[in-house]
Structure formats: C-alpha cells, structure tokens
C-alpha cells in the first residue's frame, strides 16, 4: 500500500518560502511514476503545480506567478515542492499525489496541508 504525507509548516509570512515535504511509502519516487504537487485555494478548483518524474526531471505550471522548484531526496524517499516570495495568493491546502501518466489520473494521494501566508 503506497502512502504520502505531506508535512511543513501551517504559517508562513508573506515573500518568504515556503517549503513542503511528501515523504512516500510502500512505493520508490525512483519507480516509474510521477510525483505531483496541486493545490486547492479556498473557494477554488485544484490546481496543478509541478511534478518530478522516476528520472528526477521536472516540469511546472506555466501559469504559476510565484517561482517554484521540485526536488527530491531518493535516500529519504521524499520530495519537496519550494515556492520563494510567497503571497496570500498561495495560500492553500497542498496535496502530493501520484500518477502513472503525467498529469493525468492520479492514483495515490496524501491527506492535504494547509498553509496560510499571513503576515
């Protein structure tokens, strides 16, 4: 049984990063997948921000307005999404979840965290 879990902190200030973890379980990030994040802000659809494939390649959102990066740590079994200069527009509940096919059907998902960028 493949299990994410997303964790990083609940607050963070406004032009600060903000960094998450997904760590996995049951399953290899190095295995033939793809490794999302998406996120959903309040009153709003979910919204897909990047992935980083078995190989370690990324790819993100063109649409996204604040700079973002993927990355991982295949000793840890982990990846981390970070967004620099963050604004209230980022706050959201953030997901980390698998596919087989890049942006498609996703077929493990973690539970969600919430974060709010306040100041």
């Known amino acids: 049984q493949v299990q994410l879990q997303e964790s990083g902190p609940g607050l963070v200030k406004p032009s600060q990063t903000l960094s998450l973890t997904c760590t996995v379980s049951?399953?290899?990030?190095?295995?033939?997948?793809?490794w999302t994040w998406i996120r959903q802000s309040p009153g709003k659809g979910l919204e897909w921000i990047g992935h980083?494939?078995?190989?370690?390649?990324?790819v993100y959102s063109p649409s996204l307005k604040t700079p973002t990066s993927i990355s991982r740590d295949t000793t840890k079994n982990q990846f981390t999404l970070q967004l620099n200069s963050t604004t209230p527009e980022d706050t959201a509940v953030y997901y980390c979840?698998?596919?087989?096919?890049?942006?498609?059907?996703?077929?493990?998902w973690g539970k969600g965290t919430l974060v709010t960028v306040s100041s």
């Open positions: 979840a698998r596919s087989r096919v890049a942006q498609a059907t996703y077929d493990y």
């Open positions: 980083i494939g078995a190989s370690g390649k990324t």
């Open positions: 049951g399953g290899s990030i190095t295995s033939g997948y793809y």
